[in-house]
């Protein structure tokens, strides 16, 4: 792998979500490998070049197969250490659920109405970020490279810091930065910022986002900004400060879908879908308020109101995985997209015929990849997205280049794939529709070259770009100091 050659010390990745969990199942222990962009692309590097993942511990079987705390993973061929930070209830409680998942996220994703804050939920935040950098501290060799994730984690840097002057920290802010108004709004702005410039590269998915960011720390810290070159001068050191677009590995996905298995698995779906003369449509969401679930059910409604030619022909598969069950307000939307779902069906179905499934559950992923081959369209909805990887998964699964990609102007995706990609605005229904009714009233071919271009763009742009772009903006950073 030629990443492994940028990287100059010992790796310690650092996220909320482990790669690896233990499951108590009838029988025994079963060990799982978690999804994800971040995890398929970290989990094959540390495999091969060694070194350390610290996340939470959540598995119910993790403590039991965790010695010390540590567990060599893969189980089957152990070659780098996990460590698990264990939480207790009222710490999962108040840094995952309440303050991360009730603040900062929806803050993140500009739905000011649903942040909620509260200091005790903030104490608790603090202590468990304190927590992972104790472990970090512990565990990172001289002169390692810290690689951090997300909005969970804000103030670990700044923490690590503090202790380990000679790490060199890279930080990946994975969702929506918001402009300044909104982020002022979170009680504890300025211990955001403070924590996260404890880190040496800044990552964000746009350019928009660091702009956003750059802003905040300027009018807020009054601190000097150099904004050509995304550098922000704190407590004696540079914070380099940039846009690192992350993406898939498309040769894996291409892989997944032309394997023996996932091939039939295709061909079984296009039968039927072809023998009814059918058109399908497939969308893939954790059920949450930020994918815009609730208006899409309005523009599908709208959609076969104003084209009835496509009812009993155009079949919408909506794989809505529930999300944070332990938060109510999460249980609360999935019973509304369910109440949405029947109306809709219980309008437009047919003896036969239904408008839309709902697989309440994910799948897995190469079977996930088979359906985005078989698709005829994909939407991606969001009201709000950092990303989005279901965009740029459809895209590298279409190895025959029959689908079309429907996208929300609003996702850091649309910024790379909205000229062959139909743009949508997720909170207009009537223009919803008569864009699901354009695309899918081009050629053949002109679907061929919509895909093809974006397919070309991803390939340039692969998730290993992402990490090699980052760890090498690292390096300069940790030269800087030498």
Sequence with gaps: MAIKQLIEAPLVVVTNREPYIDERVAGGIRTIQTAGGVVSALDPLLQEIGGNWVAWGSGNADIEMSSGGQRQVPPERPRYTLNRITLSPEEVQG??????????????????????????????????????AKRVSAVSPPGAWVFSHDYQLALFPAFVRKTRPDVTIAHFWHIPWPPLPI?????????????LLGADVLGFQSEQDVEYFLNAVERTLKTTVNRETGRIDWQGRSVHVKSFPISVDVNAIEAMVESPRIR?????????VDRRDQILGISVDRADY?????????????????????RERVTYLQIVVPSRTEVAEYRRFYEQVEKKTQEVNQRFATNGWKPIITLPHSLDRPRLMGLFRAADFAVVSSLVDGMNLVAKEFVAAQVDKRGVLLLSE??????????????????????FANTLHEALSISAD??????????????????????????????MAAQSYV
């Excluded at 009730?102 to 000011?112: E, R, T, Y």
Aim: overall charge positive.
């Design 95 to 132: 840094y995952y659920a309440k303050y991360s998942n009730q603040g900062l996220w929806p803050l993140s994703h500009m739905l000011i109405e649903r942040a909620q804050f509260s200091r005790r939920a903030w104490q608790t935040y603090r202590s468990v970020n304190q927590k992972f």
């Design 183 to 195: 982020f002022r709004l979170c009680p504890q702005h300025q211990e955001i910022l403070r924590g």
């Design 264 to 272: 039939r698995w295709v061909r079984g779906i296009r039968r039927h």
């Design 290 to 310: 930020t994918k815009g679930l609730l208006p899409r059910l309005d523009a599908m409604k709208e959609f076969y109101t104003l084209y009835p030619q496509y």
């Design 410 to 431: 609003t996702t850091g995706a649309a910024n790379e794939l909205e000229h062959e990609s139909f743009p949508i605005n997720p909170l207009d229904p009537e223009g």
């Design 446 to 475: 002109e679907r061929a070259d919509r895909i093809s271009a974006m397919r070309k763009h991803l390939e340039e742009h692969t998730i290993y770009d992402w990490m090699a772009d980052i760890f090498l903006t690292l390096k």
